[in-house]
């Protein structure tokens, strides 16, 4: 038996790094995925993979802060496999600039993408969750950078501190409709959001675990928290960080 049997789970951000981990991690536990990404060639190949694993996969291809993409996406899936009863969001985009040199317009895109993003997706599906009438579980990706100052990004860290926020409302919330909501913030992990090209090259004296983390283990914990092994927990940040917070 698998975690997720008889689950349909939509991973928005599923075409790459944590998101794509998360699709084969989840199908290989028993649920129908749904992928929304904007880049068909990604969503596909993760479909593809999913399929050759023996997974059951559709992927619906839209933007994240584009509310009628959103609503198209649940369209698809509930059109597909009847309902949602899994919503993880890894969708996201980077700054890496201070304040002081960040292009205004660079500012709106991240903010909409990262931030709007999951709000939009996060109405969307727990309104499709509620109509069911059969609970479901939310988890959202924050970072690591939530929680402390950086000189080189703003906007992005902005973004995943009001995901922090934003998860603990959504849990208060919902969960009178059975929905549980959570949130995992990861610390250094292979990620292009990261710009980790090379990360295991990545300076990791500041980690207790003495390298960086991968989309896979990031992956385990969202099945954790989708999961019924985390049935009594609300509200949470999870900080998979590689023990970089506690040093």
């Known amino acids: 038996m ?10 928005v951000g599923g075409g790459r790094n944590i998101g794509r981990a998360s699709a084969k991690l989840f199908a290989s ?3 129908k995925i749904a992928i929304f990404d904007m880049d068909e060639e990604r969503a596909a190949g993760v479909t593809e993979e999913v399929a050759e694993q ?4 559709v992927y619906a291809l839209g933007e994240v802060q584009n509310v009628d993409d959103i609503k198209a996406m649940i369209a698809t899936v509930v059109d ?13 985009i980077s700054d890496r600039s201070p304040m002081l040199e960040l292009d205004d317009d660079e500012y709106r895109k991240i903010i909409d993408v990262t931030m709007n993003g999951t709000y939009f997706t996060c109405k969307y ?15 959202n990706f924050s970072s690591g950078s939530a929680y402390q100052g950086n000189t080189r990004r703003v906007a992005y860290d902005m973004a995943k501190g009001a995901i922090v926020t934003l998860t603990m409302d959504m849990a208060a919330q919902l969960a009178q409709y059975g929905i549980r909501t959570n949130a995992i913030a990861p610390g250094i992990t292979g990620s292009q959001v990261g710009g ?3 990360f295991e090259d990545r300076q990791t004296n500041n980690l207790v675990g003495g390298r960086a983390g991968y989309p896979e283990e990031q992956a385990s914990v969202a099945l954790f928290l989708a999961s019924d092994d ?18």
């Open 230 to 247: 985390a049935r009594h927990l609300y509200g949470q940040t999870l900080r998979n960080d590689g023990g970089g917070s506690v040093v």
């Open 54 to 57: 023996g997974g059951e996969c």
């Open 29 to 31: 536990e028993g649920a």
């Open 125 to 139: 599906v727990a309104e499709q969750m509620v109509k069911q009438g059969t609970g479901g579980s939310i988890v």
């Open 196 to 198: 980790m090209i090379a």
């Open 2 to 11: 698998g975690r997720l049997d008889d689950k349909v789970a939509v991973i």
């Open 80 to 92: 597909r496999y009847g309902r949602i009863d899994v919503l993880l969001n890894c969708a996201a």
